[in-house]
């Protein structure tokens, strides 16, 4: 079971990894430009995930990666080609897939798990992926997102990982969707899926 689901930038997760809190998993989002930044990450004891990809959300508004990294294509690929982000990998459909392996482990283990998830910001891909932990446990969007809020007024998360989620998982309410939807509440805008 999923008791908790914590999200951080890197330097708050050294931080909170070195305090007395109690997670037992930790899933690290990184790219190559910011992979030194998990030297300081003490993880002794704890079951740690890592991820490698950079924050591409959409090609128009995604956030450059440091460096290119090389990976093999993906289905996805073929939707950054010719944008400014061509050679950048972002969220595969692998890497969703394992992310929602992990937590629908996590959900069905009879254990409370306290997880904490962080990327180099904390603002995007790391929401993206608690958002997914907690759908993933039974909550819903509006319970999920009302969590993250609780924590950090300032989340914006990764709406590709949501996308390649609504793939796999199929929902009767996409959550591609309802991030659109909320991004554009927050904006007060009509965000055209």
Known sequence: MIASVTVANIGDAVKLLASAHRFDTVISLYDAAYSSDLDDLRVD?????????????????????GTPVPMPKSAFDSYLEGSQF?????????????????????????????????????????????????????????????LLLSTNSSIWPNQLIL???????????????????????????????
């Open 86 to 146: 061509a050679g950048y990998q972002g969220p595969s459909f692998k890497d969703v897939l394992s992310i929602i392996g992990l937590g629908r482990d996590l959900a069905a283990n009879a254990e409370n798990h306290n997880i904490l998830v962080h990327c180099s910001g904390g603002y995007r891909r790391s929401p993206a992926v608690a958002l997914l932990l907690h759908f993933l446990s039974g909550k819903t969007f509006d319970e999920s997102i009302r």
């Open 163 to 193: 996308r390649i989620a609504d793939t796999i998982l199929e929902p009767q309410v996409p959550l591609y969707n309802s991030i659109m939807e909320w991004k554009g509440r927050q904006q007060g805008l009509t965000l055209v899926p």
């Open 45 to 65: 004891g704890l079951t740690h995930h890592r991820f490698l990809f950079c924050d591409i959300d959409e090609p128009d508004i995604a956030k450059f990666c």
